[in-house]
DNA sequence: CTAGAATAGTCAGATATTCTGACCAGATGT
DNA sequence: ACATCTGGTCAGAATATCTGACTATTCTAG
């Protein structure tokens, strides 16, 4: 196995999970969705979100998100709101088939944190976890 | 800040390593290249790579791969010469130019590994890192 | 050694994703 | 109240990706 950087190792092991929740999910009969979708959808908070700031936690222009949360509307995943803050923007929140869709796919992530945990011992997964969590400060823009 | 899941942690420090050496090599002149040529570039090994090899590394299909190593031949950063082990495959090799990018890359990313060392101290990173490398075990098909 | 199966790659055509530019309506700041 | 900013959409084009079909070469089991 060669050396390969720190940041591929960590797109390989979220390639993975993703990988693994798309499945299960289409498994579990949600196979309507695509991935593009799927990671959009993933990124709605349980306020809901407004498609701007989709766009900038998913890092496409908010005419991609917008076009991407129009076809999760048509499949029925989500609901757009208006936002009672703002007279402009409008909510996007998961609708009931959206929820059961959220429930699921934290159950499989929930087993493969369990894999993961498993795998390297409790210490060594906390401590990644921990290490992750810190990392974010110098990684993500929007902390 | 919320608690995310770590699979989506992992994917936050990776984009940001790639879009931090994406745009570094932007600003140094390379900056013809899309992001989807840069990933699959990103892919090749020293010896050069195949295009079916590149495409199952990269999760796309081999006419994808195909058809991106062909705007890489157009830029200037690769050359497809045959695979002297096998007459049906060509293997696809960095060019001169090509070299020069990979250098570059490679600058950047080590960068980028020194900050986040520096962020969460020595002891940390290493055993993040080495976190990272046991994971790959599980979530790594091609080991 | 040879027929059949597998592998490397391409061609053609369709679909999906994403972008740039222009624009409107509501909100904000001075 | 005026200019500016922000949230979002419309239109059109470019990029990336897929499925299906096909050729050429290699591998494998008789």
Redesign the pocket.
Known sequence: MEELNTPLLMFIAYRHAENAIFEGLAAAGYDDV????G??FARIRDEGS????LAESA??????A????D?LVRLGYVE?VP?P???????VVPSAKGEEVREAAREIEKRIEDQWRAHLGTRRYTALREAMVALREVTDPWV
């Not at 695509?34 to 979708?37: K, P, R, S």
């Not at 890092?59 to 991609?64: A, E």
């Open positions: 695509t991935l593009a979708q990671r959009l407004r498609v701007t700031e890092q496409v222009t908010k005419q991609t917008g076009y991407l949360v076809q757009r936002d803050r703002d007279a402009r923007a409008r909510l």
